[in-house]
Each structure stands twice: as C-alpha cells, then as structure tokens.
C-alpha cells in the first residue's frame, strides 16, 4: 500500500479559518461555521476566547503556525476499497493560524495538541546544526563531530 500526496503549487490554496473543537459530530462536510459559530466568539484578552457551541461553554486560544512551516488542510481523495490499496490525499486549504477549544478550562501546556506543538522545537534542537566545539563539564574538553 502506497500513499500519494498531492500538493498543488505553492500560494495556489485558498486560506481558510481552523477551529480545533472538542466534539464529535456526526457530518464530514462544508458547514456555515460563520453563521452559526464564528459569531459568538468573545476575545476575553489578546489571546484567550470564550464561546459557546450548542449551549455549551468553550474556552479557547489562538495558535499561529510555527515559523517556516505551512499549516495544510488534507483530504483522502482516494480511500481504499480493500486493505492494501493505494491511498491519495491532496492538499484543499492551508492556513496560518488556528484557534483550539477546550470545554472546561482554558487550553495550556497540558493539551496533547499542544505538547505536540513543542516537538517542533525539540526537533530543532536534535536535528538541528551542532556547534564543533564541545567542552566537558570543567571547560577543557575540545571534540569534533563528524556526521
């Protein structure tokens, strides 16, 4: 089984506005978010927010996507019949931003979206350029690193 991903050419997507909403609903489609969500939102200070979907309270923050990296919507244009086909998925919107909701508390460095967020930056630091020169702990050590 092979996975195909298409992406179409850089700025050529449509940027769309990303909620992160704890609820599961029972429709995969276009929805009126505008009409019926995006107007109860309340900033409650420059990055906190309050709304209510369907009665319910929904404490929320916004998120910008990491510098150098691009936020894509992905949709499964092509799923499997039988296990083992191939798959395709294509790229339908990106975005720049989002906001993500919690139900019962404002959302913190607690959140699994977000703890994943800071793999961001420990991959950086892992992957990233390491300077030559090493020291040990007294400060006299001297090492290279040959990769």
């Known amino acids: ?16 506005d990303l909620h992160f909403i704890p609820v599961k609903i029972e429709y995969d489609g276009q929805a009126k978010v505008k009409s019926y ?13 309050s709304a209510s979907l369907r009665g ?14 691009s936020g894509l919507l992905m949709t499964e244009t092509h799923k499997p019949l039988i296990e083992g086909d191939d798959r395709e998925i294509t790229a339908s919107r990106s975005f720049k931003g989002f906001r993500y909701w919690n139900l019962d508390q ?4 607690g959140d699994p979206l977000l703890q994943a967020l ?7 630091a892992l992957h990233g350029p390491v300077d ?3 020291s040990d702990s007294q400060g006299s050590l001297k090492s290279e690193i040959s990769m």
């Open 106 to 109: 404002v959302p913190g460095q």
């Open 118 to 124: 800071t793999w961001i930056d420990i991959a950086k």
């Open 1 to 16: 089984m092979s996975t195909k991903l298409k992406l179409p050419p850089s700025g050529s997507l449509n940027e769309s």
């Open 37 to 49: 969500f995006t107007t109860s939102i309340r900033e409650t200070d420059e990055q906190n927010l």
């Open 56 to 69: 319910r309270p929904l404490n929320g923050s916004k998120f910008d996507v990491p510098s150098g990296y």
């Open 132 to 134: 030559e020169d090493i």
